[in-house]
């Protein structure tokens, strides 16, 4: 079984500020990992994925996120954000082996952005 | 860019009612998924369908729920007889090919369904 803990249900940041949003998983396979953005009344984007290989991806709208599989983690970052990131942000992880293909998602993170 | 297309934007039924939502995933898409999310919380899994048949489901998804794909283009989640926890908002997904590839599910924007 995956699980996913986005230890943060809400992150205020002043605009142009870094953010870094913290997503951790558990699993008993090898995983991909991936960070989805939902705006507001709107269906979910993929912001970046880690397949294999590099593990600091780099996604859209400047998001990076970085693998840690020492610490399990796959935390999102931004240098400098920007009014229009204002979204929920999901971390969801698929597992490699047993056949499951489905994403296990994250509660969210609601990212505000503050003026 | 092709999307996923979902139908209805938003439907309310009364408790016990039959329900329909529709997905038109991207055409050259060969899996297919359907997730839902109860208001404030998170996104939840529920059922892949590959090769007209279902690949995998999530304990969510019980006799209650049937999915289908009638013909080249849709596929459909049927709730048969809504219960007030089915109320949420219901996201189709399809991914052109195997996860360890591209590895992107495609979302579409949501079917929020209201049961009274």
């Known amino acids: 079984a995956q699980s996913v803990t986005q230890l943060d249900s809400q992150v205020p940041v002043f605009e142009e500020a870094p953010v870094e949003l913290r997503c951790n998983y558990s699993s008993s396979v090898s995983v991909y990992l991936f960070w989805y953005v939902q705006y507001p009344n709107q269906g979910l984007q993929l912001l970046l994925k880690?397949?294999?290989?590099?593990?600091l991806v780099k996604g859209i709208n400047g998001f990076e996120a970085e693998f840690n599989k020492s610490q399990t983690s796959f935390h999102l970052r931004k240098p400098s954000v920007h009014i229009s990131d204002t979204a929920e942000y999901f971390c969801a992880v698929s597992g490699r082996g047993g056949g499951a293909d489905g994403l296990t998602f994250g509660k969210g993170t609601h990212l505000i952005i503050q003026p | 860019e092709p999307e996923v297309t979902q139908t209805p934007s938003h439907q309310v039924t009364q408790m016990g009612q039959e329900v329909i939502l529709r997905c038109v995933p991207i055409?050259?898409?060969?899996?297919f998924y359907w997730y839902r999310q109860i208001l404030g919380q998170k996104v939840e899994f529920l059922v892949s369908f590959y090769n007209n048949e279902i690949s995998e489901k999530s304990e969510i998804f019980d006799d209650q729920f049937s999915v289908e794909r009638p013909d080249g283009s849709n596929f459909t989640l049927k709730i048969r007889s809504t219960k007030l926890e089915d109320s949420a908002m219901y996201f189709c997904a399809s991914r052109r090919d195997r996860m360890d590839r591209t590895g992107e599910l495609f979302f579409g924007e949501g079917s929020r369904l209201t049961v009274l």
């Open positions: 880690y397949l294999s290989g590099s593990t």
């Open positions: 055409s050259n898409h060969l899996y």
